[in-house]
Protein backbone atom coordinates (compact mmCIF):
# COMPACT_ATOMS: atom_id res chain seq x y z
CA UNK A 1 0.00 0.00 0.00
CA UNK A 2 1.32 3.63 -0.66
CA UNK A 3 0.46 6.03 1.37
CA UNK A 4 1.23 9.79 0.10
CA UNK A 5 1.78 12.40 3.10
CA UNK A 6 1.50 16.12 2.23
CA UNK A 7 1.35 19.16 4.67
CA UNK A 8 1.60 22.73 5.23
CA UNK A 9 -0.07 23.81 1.43
CA UNK A 10 -1.41 26.96 2.46
CA UNK A 11 -3.78 27.27 -0.47
CA UNK A 12 -1.33 25.78 -2.76
CA UNK A 13 -1.69 22.89 -4.95
CA UNK A 14 1.51 22.17 -7.03
CA UNK A 15 1.67 20.20 -10.48
CA UNK A 16 4.38 18.41 -8.96
CA UNK A 17 2.82 17.29 -5.38
CA UNK A 18 0.07 15.78 -7.36
CA UNK A 19 1.88 13.96 -10.03
CA UNK A 20 3.81 12.66 -6.96
CA UNK A 21 0.66 11.67 -5.17
CA UNK A 22 -0.80 9.94 -8.36
CA UNK A 23 -1.28 6.49 -7.76
CA UNK A 24 -1.67 6.86 -3.98
CA UNK A 25 -4.51 4.40 -1.87
CA UNK A 26 -4.22 6.97 0.13
CA UNK A 27 -3.16 10.61 0.97
CA UNK A 28 -2.46 12.06 4.57
CA UNK A 29 -2.66 15.86 4.90
CA UNK A 30 -0.81 17.39 7.84
CA UNK A 31 -2.57 20.54 8.14
CA UNK A 32 -2.15 24.16 7.34
CA UNK A 33 -4.40 23.21 3.75
CA UNK A 34 -5.12 26.97 3.28
CA UNK A 35 -8.27 26.66 0.93
CA UNK A 36 -11.08 23.83 0.71
CA UNK A 37 -10.46 22.99 -3.61
CA UNK A 38 -7.36 21.32 -2.01
CA UNK A 39 -8.78 18.45 -0.26
CA UNK A 40 -11.82 18.49 -3.38
CA UNK A 41 -8.72 17.49 -4.85
CA UNK A 42 -6.78 15.24 -3.59
CA UNK A 43 -9.72 13.39 -2.86
CA UNK A 44 -10.47 12.67 -6.46
CA UNK A 45 -6.88 10.99 -6.44
CA UNK A 46 -7.20 8.80 -3.39
CA UNK A 47 -8.95 8.09 0.25
CA UNK A 48 -8.30 11.30 2.26
CA UNK A 49 -7.18 11.67 5.96
CA UNK A 50 -6.55 15.79 6.87
CA UNK A 51 -5.75 17.96 10.34
CA UNK A 52 -6.15 21.01 10.70
CA UNK A 53 -3.26 23.35 10.88
CA UNK A 54 -2.65 26.07 13.46
CA UNK A 55 -3.68 28.44 9.56
CA UNK A 56 -6.59 27.22 9.16
CA UNK A 57 -8.83 29.42 11.07
CA UNK A 58 -11.41 30.30 8.28
CA UNK A 59 -15.39 28.81 8.59
CA UNK A 60 -14.78 25.58 6.16
CA UNK A 61 -11.81 24.42 8.52
CA UNK A 62 -13.68 23.97 11.32
CA UNK A 63 -15.07 20.66 10.38
CA UNK A 64 -11.57 19.40 9.44
CA UNK A 65 -9.95 17.53 13.30
CA UNK A 66 -7.03 18.57 15.16
CA UNK A 67 -5.62 14.41 15.14
CA UNK A 68 -6.87 11.82 13.51
CA UNK A 69 -6.23 8.33 14.04
CA UNK A 70 -6.16 5.50 10.82
CA UNK A 71 -5.84 2.20 10.42
CA UNK A 72 -4.35 0.87 7.05
CA UNK A 73 -3.11 -2.56 6.36
CA UNK A 74 -2.60 -3.18 9.46
CA UNK A 75 -0.69 -0.57 10.33
CA UNK A 76 -2.15 2.53 12.57
CA UNK A 77 -1.23 6.20 12.30
CA UNK A 78 -1.94 8.96 14.27
CA UNK A 79 -2.04 13.10 12.44
CA UNK A 80 -1.32 16.46 14.12
CA UNK A 81 -0.13 19.03 12.77
CA UNK A 82 2.19 20.40 15.38
CA UNK A 83 4.47 17.37 16.75
CA UNK A 84 4.95 19.11 19.54
CA UNK A 85 0.92 19.04 20.82
CA UNK A 86 2.03 15.41 20.94
CA UNK A 87 2.89 15.48 24.69
CA UNK A 88 4.35 12.70 26.41
CA UNK A 89 3.80 10.05 22.63
CA UNK A 90 1.38 8.41 20.77
CA UNK A 91 -0.70 6.23 22.46
CA UNK A 92 -0.06 2.51 22.33
CA UNK A 93 -0.56 0.55 18.88
CA UNK A 94 0.65 3.34 17.05
CA UNK A 95 3.16 2.70 14.73
CA UNK A 96 3.71 6.17 12.27
CA UNK A 97 3.31 9.79 13.43
CA UNK A 98 2.58 12.08 10.60
CA UNK A 99 2.89 15.20 11.43
CA UNK A 100 3.42 19.18 9.72
CA UNK A 101 3.84 22.94 10.55
CA UNK A 102 7.73 23.09 10.74
CA UNK A 103 7.60 22.72 7.10
CA UNK A 104 10.99 20.66 7.12
CA UNK A 105 10.92 17.22 5.96
CA UNK A 106 11.78 14.56 8.41
CA UNK A 107 11.95 10.98 9.19
CA UNK A 108 13.12 9.56 12.77
CA UNK A 109 12.30 6.76 14.56
CA UNK A 110 11.84 6.31 18.24
CA UNK A 111 10.76 3.22 20.76
CA UNK A 112 9.14 1.71 17.77
CA UNK A 113 7.43 5.08 16.15
CA UNK A 114 8.20 6.15 12.63
CA UNK A 115 7.68 10.01 13.54
CA UNK A 116 7.07 11.33 9.41
CA UNK A 117 6.95 15.01 8.74
CA UNK A 118 6.24 15.65 4.73
CA UNK A 119 7.66 19.22 4.87
CA UNK A 120 5.95 21.83 2.99
CA UNK A 121 4.43 21.27 -0.56
CA UNK A 122 2.67 24.73 -0.64
CA UNK A 123 4.58 28.61 -1.30
CA UNK A 124 8.37 28.34 0.00
CA UNK A 125 9.71 29.42 3.05
CA UNK A 126 13.00 30.74 4.24
CA UNK A 127 15.15 28.43 2.38
CA UNK A 128 13.66 25.01 2.69
CA UNK A 129 13.16 22.57 0.23
CA UNK A 130 9.07 21.97 -1.37
CA UNK A 131 8.68 18.07 -0.45
CA UNK A 132 6.58 15.51 0.24
CA UNK A 133 6.29 11.61 1.72
CA UNK A 134 5.34 8.55 1.23
CA UNK A 135 4.80 5.78 3.78
CA UNK A 136 5.00 1.92 1.99
CA UNK A 137 3.46 -0.48 4.10
CA UNK A 138 3.24 -4.17 3.48
CA UNK A 139 1.99 -7.12 5.50
CA UNK A 140 2.08 -4.75 8.61
CA UNK A 141 5.53 -3.58 8.35
CA UNK A 142 6.02 0.46 7.05
CA UNK A 143 8.78 2.45 5.59
CA UNK A 144 8.76 6.20 5.03
CA UNK A 145 10.67 7.79 1.91
CA UNK A 146 10.85 11.53 1.66
CA UNK A 147 10.86 13.63 -1.47
CA UNK A 148 11.98 16.53 -2.27
CA UNK A 149 10.24 18.22 -5.39
CA UNK A 150 11.70 21.72 -5.24
CA UNK A 151 15.16 21.84 -3.63
Do not use: K
Not at 12 to 19: C, I, N, V
Not at 105 to 130: K, M, Q
Amino acid sequence: MRVGLISDTHGLLRPEALDFLAGSDHIVHGGDIGDPAILERLARIAPLTVVRGNNDIAGWARAIPVTASIDLDGVRIFVLHDLAELGSGPDAGVRVVVSGHSHRPACSERDGVLYVNPGSAGPRRFTLPIAVAELRIDAGQVAAYLVTLIP
